[in-house]
């Protein structure tokens, strides 16, 4: 694979099951760029949060191939996956998921705590050096809890970024911020591909939010019928 290129699909298909089977995902086969803000757009219902999840590497339920960096995620172990997760992907979803009663630094700290690559000191320098990229660092010690809607937001974007990971994907980042808070994201969203060449693969049902991206993947019926969406 082109060493620029940091995510590969070659005809990712899945099946539900339930209520009867049908296939969720169609033959979807796309390439990201190193540095490249994408989005995806479609209906609720059309794929684009189950692909997500099959690209992330925590649903392996599927056919066909995926490939990060340059190795191939499709069919590796459980423990190899989970590594290959941590190292490489940070995750921003629409509910931040912060622990409530830990404070700003030791919910970013979690993820290279896990990775284990780093003594406890250089982790809680690197996950300060995180939040004050993202102008938080004077809330640092303050429970998450205590932080508004934006800043909690912010802080689950620090933690995605703990690791250098050179993918960070979004299910709906902005969908529970307002349009001044959805700003500040894209923001820094477009400031960590082009500054820092991290991979941004974002699904949105926010038109304007997609339309200032690199790229808009378009979705229906668990295909891509577009793969840069023209907006009216």
Not at 46 to 61: P, V
């Amino acid at each position: 694979m082109n060493r620029d290129i940091i995510l590969q699909t070659k005809g990712l298909g899945k099946y539900f099951l339930q209520p009867q089977k049908f296939k969720v995902l169609d033959d979807i086969s796309f390439e990201v760029a190193k540095g490249e803000f994408l989005t995806i757009v479609g209906k609720s219902g059309c794929g684009k949060s189950t692909m997500l999840y099959c690209l992330s590497t925590m649903d392996t339920d599927y056919e066909g191939e995926l490939y990060i960096g340059n190795e191939k995620a499709t069919g590796k172990s459980t423990d190899k996956l989970a590594t290959l997760r941590n190292e490489s992907i940070g995750f921003v979803f629409q509910f931040h998921y912060l622990l409530p009663e830990f404070t700003c630094l030791k919910n970013v700290m979690i993820p290279a705590l896990k990775l284990a690559k780093y003594s406890y000191q250089e982790v809680e320098e690197r996950a300060y050096q995180k939040l004050e990229m993202l102008g938080l660092q004077d809330q640092a010690l303050k429970e998450a809890s205590k932080l508004s809607g934006g800043q909690q937001q912010r802080v689950s974007i620090a933690r995605a970024l703990i690791n250098d990971p050179a993918i960070i994907m979004g299910d709906e980042p902005t969908g529970n911020l307002d349009s001044k808070n959805t700003q500040i994201v894209f923001e820094i969203f477009k400031q960590l591909s082009q500054d820092f060449g991290q991979s941004i693969i974002a699904v949105t049902h926010d038109n304007d939010f997609a339309k200032a991206s690199d790229r808009t993947i378009e979705m229906a019926d668990g295909k891509i019928i577009n793969h840069d969406k023209i907006f009216e």
